[in-house]
């Protein structure tokens, strides 16, 4: 707050006193006051005019600074009037109760809000596990027909990336509140890779791809088995995607243990990733070049595994070559 204009905010106050102290001068004229009387009259009105306005102006000035100080210090804004100080004044109840019809107001919308999000998520995962019956039923009938023309069809690779678009959005749904539906445990690495693979062995078997696993079968992390192979099955999918159209993918599995961490990398010998591009992967709806000529990505992929690891303390990174391969990290 500044002095002046709190000043001139409140002319109308200095205009008062103004009238008083004329009106006292010109009585004393008069009656032939004393000079001296009138100037001292006239110099008392000024000062006391002046000092109310100071005692006032530092007491509002205080008020609202500790209201911003305290403002400030706080992650929930809103919640301010919860930890401010009660008010002698009227005016400072006055204000203390707007913010706290505005406290109220604001946490029902919010409140009404979480509540169709909601809805909406508990949707979404009620039409993902419906949609995943035909998906299912399908994929028996082309297993059980092995030998007709409709398994020759592509129709079970067809399948295979529905199922992974629905788990996506399954998955994603359900990322605002993993910490709601995980349980972090001791899980084997070997196995949690073999089962990401196995699940993705129709399309790597096509490609004719070449799995390295370089994971003694003993080794053990720390993770929610559920989430961290959705994260794996969303990595391979990537690597199918962007596997180079003339040479034979190589998909490579490695662990290491790095300063008392240990640390999953997934490696592959794709297209690999322009290095101006590199530090948006992550970023949700993001697609770069590789996406847009013609590869149907959604920028989802990367940017929802990001988001889990965080969720589950763990650190993703990435490193890439344009032409040479893609390189992911995890550390447990």
């Known amino acids: 707050m500044k002095f002046l204009?709190?000043?001139?905010?409140h002319a109308v106050w200095c205009a008062a006193f103004l009238f008083v102290a004329i009106t006292a001068d010109i009585f004393l004229m008069t009656f032939e006051g004393s000079g001296w009387l009138i100037l001292y009259i006239s110099l008392a009105s000024v000062c006391c005019c002046?000092?109310?306005?100071?005692?006032?102006?530092l007491h509002t000035k205080k008020m609202f600074d500790e209201i911003e100080e305290k403002i400030?210090?706080?992650?929930?804004?809103?919640?301010v009037p919860e930890v401010l100080d009660e008010r002698e004044t009227q005016e400072a109840e006055l204000i203390f109760e707007i913010l706290k019809k505005a406290e109220v107001s604001m946490s029902d919308n919010v409140a009404g809000y979480r509540h169709e999000t909601e809805e909406y998520r508990d949707y979404v995962e009620s039409w993902v596990h419906e949609i995943k019956i035909p998906i299912s039923a399908a994929q028996m009938?082309?297993?059980?027909?092995?030998?007709?023309?409709?398994?020759?069809?592509?129709?079970?690779?067809?399948?295979?990336?529905?199922?992974?678009?629905?788990?996506?959005a399954l998955y994603?749904?359900?990322?605002?509140?993993v910490e709601k539906d995980y349980f972090i445990k001791e899980v084997n690495a070997a196995e949690l890779v073999r089962r990401a693979v196995a699940k993705r062995r129709r399309s790597l078997i096509a490609m004719r791809a070449?799995?390295?696993?370089?994971?003694?079968?003993?080794?053990?992390?720390?993770?929610?088995?559920?989430?961290?192979?959705?994260?794996?099955g969303q990595l391979i999918d990537n690597s199918i995607k962007y596997a180079k159209e003339d040479e034979r993918l190589i998909l490579a599995f490695s662990l290491e243990e790095k300063e008392g961490r240990k640390v999953l990398q997934i490696k592959d010998n794709g297209m690999g990733i322009k290095s101006a591009e590199l530090a948006r992967v992550f970023e949700k709806g993001f697609t770069g070049s590789n996406g847009r000529a013609g590869r149907a990505s959604t920028g989802i992929g990367l940017y929802l595994c990001r988001k889990l690891c965080l969720k589950l303390s763990h650190e993703m990174s990435i490193t890439s070559e344009?032409?040479?391969g893609t390189s992911v990290r995890i550390q447990f």
């Not at 204009?5 to 905010?9: L, Q």
């Open 210 to 232: 070449k799995i390295e696993v370089n994971i003694a079968e003993d080794t053990m992390i720390c993770s929610d088995a559920k989430w961290l192979s959705f994260i794996l």
């Open 50 to 57: 002046l000092t109310g306005f100071l005692v006032a102006y």
């Open 141 to 168: 009938i082309c297993e059980n027909h092995k030998d007709t023309p409709l398994r020759e069809s592509g129709i079970s690779d067809e399948l295979d990336r529905i199922e992974s678009n629905v788990e996506q």
């Open 172 to 177: 994603y749904a359900r990322s605002s509140y």
């Open 322 to 324: 344009e032409g040479e």
């Open 5 to 9: 204009r709190y000043i001139k905010e």
């Open 72 to 79: 400030e210090a706080m992650d929930k804004k809103y919640l």
